[in-house]
């Protein structure tokens, strides 16, 4: 049911950018990419979303290649408390029928 | 202060049982939902109440049975639990229905084994 691939892990050092990427290839022209993570053991928590343009806002960043066919989640600053799955999922806006795929389980060393 | 809660935390129970979890979020929002998270971590919904009336309802089998009785709580009743039902079920709010904000807050989760 997702329609989004991504790694199934990646490392990233602690106080470095995290970088993230997803694909999306069969995205339509009213999908949004949205981004949660799930941390061990809680519930799932908004990231940021967004439709073609670049977002920011105060947890990380949203880069939508210009094809709309891939993105790329960064959090600039990874801290330890960042470890957690990662989903991005497309979806009609307003749409609240979330499926969630496997997700990017995201390690930050120390 | 919890602002979407969950209780219990864990459920263990036998098979054809009947249980309740329970959801409370004192955000003020509209609308909740229940989702399941299986064993290969997909997150599915399975309902969403809109000001306590049922908005969506997947395939979910019928002795899946929410009930609201009021807009900050949402509860979910099991009838004759099987196995396959062990999961763990996370209840979510959001402002509105056709909402201008997109977050939804999820609660900490209901693990649900069956034996």
Known sequence: DAKTTQPTSMDCAEGRAANLPCNHSTISG???VY???QIHSQGPQYIIHGLKNNETNEMASLIITEDRKSSTLILPHATLRDTAV????????????????????????? | DTAVSQTPKYLVTQMGNDKSIKCEQNLGHDTMYWYKQDSKKFLKIMFSYNNKELIINETVPNRFSPK?????????HINSLELGDSAVYFC?????????????YFGPGTRLTVL
């Open chain 1, 86 to 110: 990662y989903y991005c999922i497309v979806r009609v806006r307003g749409d609240d029928k979330i499926i969630f795929g496997k997700g990017t389980r995201l390690h930050i060393l120390p």
């Open chain 2, 68 to 76: 609201s009785p009021d807009k900050a709580h949402l509860n979910l």
């Open chain 1, 35 to 37: 981004w949660y993570r």
């Open chain 2, 92 to 104: 979510a709010s959001s402002q509105h229905w056709v909402r201008e904000t997109d977050t939804q």
């Open chain 1, 30 to 32: 009213n999908e949004y």
